[in-house]
């Protein structure tokens, strides 16, 4: 079971995508989030073309993203500084540690930076020393974190069968408030041996009402329902919610299929 991405999956599911990059006259920039669970080489380190972070989930480093870029000059005492503009902010600070440029031998030195934001962040690299430039602007997202627990299954009736666990969801606090009352869309997929290619939408499914454990934490139960054949059958269970990301600075901008009556079990992010 994992939770990604405004989306928890009980069967290996769960986004795809290809570069978030601006530039100035001088300096380059561009985000990627490389660790992000499910990704493939093809995808560029993007989720449906955007950088994004799991919060506070740091199996195999999936809350870092990374800032990276080059920067033409022939100046041997430029330095890189990495300013971010989290999601509420009215201004850009410094993060990190200015990186020192030493430019190769066609005049391009390079720079990269690992961040770990708690919401939507802007950021840009700012260029000081002989020369002096800014870079243009990229946004790396974050999507709620979180561990499920106390699965149970249990059959009522030779075909009848439930499945239960409880969702512990972590996220800022600043988010909790819009983030615990969201609706939850269950999908469901059951295969007689084999799970079809998608998850359908169910509506027999119930998801308990949220229950707050701290500032930055709250827990529900999920329950799916489903129907053997003959005594067998191989489910899988999946769940999201809609993003927000303009209202609270968690997810993604835009729609990634949270909702529709179909998603494919081959997704890695709903929203």
């Known amino acids: 079971m994992a939770v990604a991405g405004g989306l928890v999956a009980v069967v290996p599911a769960i986004p795809a995508a290809s570069a978030s ?34 919060y506070k989930d740091t199996k195999k480093s999936a809350n870092t993203a990374v800032v990276s870029g080059s920067v033409t000059t022939e100046a041997t005492n430029d ?3 990495l300013v971010a503009e989290p999601f509420g902010a009215k201004s850009y600070t410094q993060v990190g540690t200015p990186v020192a440029l030493t430019p190769n031998s066609g005049g391009t030195a390079s720079y990269s930076f690992r961040v770990k934001p708690s919401l939507a962040t802007h950021y840009e690299v700012k260029l000081s020393g002989t020369d002096t430039a800014v870079s243009g602007v990229v946004t790396v997202y974050v999507s709620v974190g979180g561990r499920t627990a106390g699965g149970t299954f249990k059959c009522t009736s030779k ?5 239960s666990f409880r969702l512990y969801t972590y996220l800022p606090s600043s988010a909790l408030k819009h983030e615990i009352g969201k609706h939850w869309y269950q999908y469901l997929a059951v295969g007689y041996p084999r799970l079809p290619k998608d998850y359908t939408l169910t509506k027999t499914g119930t998801v308990s009402k949220a229950r707050k454990i701290n500032s930055g934490e709250y827990v529900q139960t999920f329950t799916y329902y489903f129907t053997l054949r003959h005594g067998k059958a191989n489910p899988a269970f999946q769940a999201c919610v809609k993003d ?13 299929g949270c909702g529709a009556k179909r998603v494919s079990r081959s997704v890695i992010y709903l929203g």
């Open 159 to 163: 075909t009848r069968c439930k499945f």
């Open 79 to 81: 330095t890189a500084t």
């Open 21 to 54: 990059t601006a530039a100035s006259s001088i300096i380059t920039i561009t985000a990627t989030s490389p660790h992000y669970p499910g990704l493939k080489a093809k995808d560029h380190g993007l989720v449906d073309g955007h950088p994004i972070v799991i």
């Open 244 to 256: 927000t990301e303009s209202v609270d600075g968690m997810g993604l901008p835009g729609h990634h």
